[in-house]
DNA sequence: CGAGTCATTGAAAAGATTCAATATGAGTGG
DNA sequence: CCACTCATATTGAATCTTTTCAATGACTCG
């Protein structure tokens, strides 16, 4: 009834890609957990994909390089628990982005040859990792610039959706530039809506206290009161 | 050997998603083609996903509505021949995005249920849309706002990737949306690159005169040390 | 030809960045 | 526990960039 080591088989079970791989019914799942602490590189862009990973816990920062000296160009976006780093080996041969980890993470990996083969042996697979794709495509579209509207706008857009997740992880220097500004910008930015009632913050944490406000602040967009007609 | 609406079985043939789907085998590729004149809204922001497209031939724009009325808010990607529109249906009821045919286009489309059923039933099928997925996800990094660059250097930075496909179906409106910046300031940034003779262009079309100009306008980041000739 | 849209230009204003100076908090070693 | 150090966050002021608004030029389609 209980394999030797349990508790990773039972993590695995409730796992998607481990149900995907059919831990459940004694497949092995292709992916080994592995743990990183906080600040660990994970890969830089332009380097080969060799590995695969799957966040099982902690939060990664997903950057895409400027240029190919810098191992952190400007934050593109958090990966957090069930999504994919470097799929993209799937369809290239280079990474396009660097990832750091910025907790504590637990991440599962597999060599890309292991990933193939899985995928072409095991029908679930491919349908796990593309759902996992579309959501978190879904979750990181950001905010580009100031064509989304000014600093405050972006800032408040992202906490009406954020706020939850966002306090203690994310450092003000990675918020700011997935919100495509500078950290000073960020702080005048917080302060604002700070002074308008929005939101409360020390330094290392933000704190909605009222949403209401906040929405008004973030959809008073560039285009003030008009419809869209036509 | 011909069927009778022969054209079309070669066509499909010759796609990856009649390939992934056997039309060669004689099975039915779940994806029905039709044509949409250049303008068509495809679909709007916050409907529900009823359909998946696939872009046979053509440009489509999406745009991510900022508030629900507009049909259109900022663009967000040009997708092309081979990518899919409104896969988000697997993971969400609603659409994000608007879509609307930049060109007359080709679409060959499924009802999700459709697709869902084929995904199910067919092997390669799961696969062949994570692939296609990823690789638009690489293709569609655009260049945030100023933290990426100056207007001129993000317009250098797209000029030198996408050079050749741009000229004729991208307009000048389209274009600074996808840089995030307004028509006037790409008409601005245009100028500033075609004074240095990196690019030739008029209202209608932009030519690369000189890569490595383009280049060295792209490149100095903000942090750049050095200045230009002139 | 004329109406309407898109692109360009100019000038003023709004907003963001930069640089420099503090402030805060975490971590370290005495 | 405390001083000390270091990295991160905030603030201020000057500068630079982008947006805005308004006007004009260019092109398209009836």
Redesign the interface.
């Known amino acids: 009834m209980e394999h030797s080591d349990d508790r990773e088989v039972r993590a695995c079970t409730r796992c998607p890609v481990g149900i995907a791989a059919g831990v459940a019914e004694r497949e092995r799942c292709p992916f080994v957990p592995r743990k990183r602490a906080a600040g660990s590189v994970l890969h830089v862009a332009g380097d080969p994909v060799e590995r695969v990973w799957f966040v099982k816990s902690g939060a990664v920062l997903v950057s895409?390089s400027?240029?190919e000296e810098r191992v952190e160009g400007?934050p593109?976006a958090v990966r957090r628990a069930g999504s994919f780093l470097g799929?993209?080996g799937?369809?290239?041969p280079d990474h396009?982005d660097s990832a750091r980890a910025l907790t504590e993470v637990t991440l599962c990996s597999a060599s890309l040859d292991t990933l193939g083969r899985w995928?072409d042996g095991r029908?679930a697979?491919?349908?796990l990792?593309?759902?996992a794709?579309?959501?978190s495509?879904?979750r990181e579209?950001?905010?580009?610039?100031?064509?989304?509207?000014t600093a405050p706008q972006r800032t408040a857009a992202w906490l009406l959706e954020n706020a939850p997740r966002a306090s203690g992880q994310v450092t003000r220097r990675v918020l700011a530039?997935l919100l495509?500004?500078?950290p000073e910008t960020l702080s005048r930015a917080l302060r604002a809506l700070a002074s308008r009632g929005a939101i409360r913050h020390t330094r290392r944490m933000v704190e909605v206290v009222d949403r209401t406000r906040l929405w008004s602040v973030a959809?008073r967009?560039r285009s003030g009161g008009e419809?869209?007609a036509d």
Not at 141 to 149: K, S
């Open positions: 895409r400027i240029d400007t593109w799929l993209e799937l369809v290239r396009l995928l029908r697979a491919s349908r990792l593309l759902e794709v579309l959501r495509g879904a579209r950001p905010f580009r610039g100031n064509i989304d509207g530039g495509g500004m500078r959809r967009g419809r869209g």
